[in-house]
């Protein structure tokens, strides 16, 4: 039997602040790093429907597929510098 169980994820809170922001914002290299980091951190999570949903509409109002989100943040990541940079988010890197 499948286990159909919805869990709210401990970063749902901050998460959930980052997608708003993120709904009718720009493309910018942070949002794009955003965005690509939100959808890795909820692929698969047995919950959070309404971020998952958002963050398709984004990507959908952006034009992108999950390809050519991945590839445009590969390519921000590559260059030197760091994109997330000591002041602009609360805590810098947030990947668990």
Sequence with gaps: MADDK???HPQYK??????????GAEATDFNLAELARLRI?????PGAQDIRKD??????GWGLTEATLFAK???IHARDEA???PGRTKKGEDWS
Excluded: C, W
């Design 6 to 8: 919805q869990y709210t």
């Design 14 to 23: 901050n998460d959930r602040e980052a997608v708003n922001k993120l709904v």
């Design 41 to 45: 951190r909820y692929d698969g999570f």
């Design 55 to 60: 963050l398709d509409k984004v990507m959908s």
């Design 73 to 75: 943040t590969q390519a």
């Design 83 to 85: 994109i997330y940079q």
